[in-house]
T-cell receptor, first 114, second 116 residues
């Protein structure tokens, strides 16, 4: 499978715990995005990487959220001190270059905070 | 503000018939991309079709085509010969490129049901 891979697919955590999600983009895609999707809504942008550089972080993200993309390959999204409002589907996407800007999405990580 | 509006929360169509999903957007940019994505139940988002704003010709992909009206900022999706597998949420999205960053802005989606 050469698509975007996300791990885990599902995560249930207690309020206050930290969680980390991983995204492996399509090989050679230098652009990587994280989005959050709640029930009945379209995805909302969280952050964007070009290679290893994080070029934009949404104002939606509090300081409890951090994302990294070491070496410009896989990426991790960490949420510290989770709250019930963090419950959502977290989507990762990648795209190859400016001339082909269409994003390819992974299957997402569904987070439930109890 | 850069926004995407999908005014039809739900739609249904009979198998083999044609359906059109509406989308309007707001931007001050002149060069941009528009997309339709499909999200089947409990499955990943799949690209259906894309349109470059500088191209006057409407994009087509097999049974899927768009009606792009740049002046009206309208970008509707037409599905011909609807199939049961077309049942899904459909999201219209607009690619923003600003200051070296890129992001998609999505509408709230239209839930399409294809009935046998």
């Amino acid at each position: 499978d050469t698509g975007v891979s996300q791990d885990p697919r599902h995560k249930i955590t207690k309020r206050g715990q930290n969680v980390t999600f991983r995204c492996d983009p399509i090989s050679e895609h230098n652009r990587l995005y994280w989005y959050r999707q709640t029930l009945g809504q379209g995805p909302e942008f969280l952050t964007y990487f070009q290679n290893e550089a994080q070029l934009e972080k949404s104002r939606l993200l509090s300081d409890r959220f951090s994302a990294e993309r070491p070496k410009g390959s896989f990426s991790t999204l960490e949420i510290q001190r989770t709250e019930q409002g963090d419950s959502a589907m977290y989507l990762c996407a990648s795209s190859p270059r400016a001339s082909r800007p269409e994003a390819f999405f992974g299957q997402g990580t569904r987070l439930t905070v109890v | 503000a850069q926004t995407v509006t999908q005014s039809q929360p739900e739609m249904s169509v009979q198998e083999a018939e044609t359906v059109t999903l509406s989308c309007t957007y707001d931007t001050s940019e002149n060069n941009y991309y528009l997309f339709w994505y499909k999200q089947p139940p409990s499955r990943q988002m799949i690209l259906v079709i894309r349109q470059e704003a500088y191209k006057q010709q409407n994009a087509t992909e097999n049974r899927f085509s768009v009606n792009f009206q740049k002046a009206a900022k309208s970008f509707s999706l037409k599905i011909s010969d609807s199939q049961l597998g077309d049942t899904a949420m459909y999201f219209c999205a607009f690619l923003i490129t600003q200051g070296g960053s890129e992001k998609l802005v999505f509408g709230k989606g239209t839930k399409l049901t294809v009935n046998p």
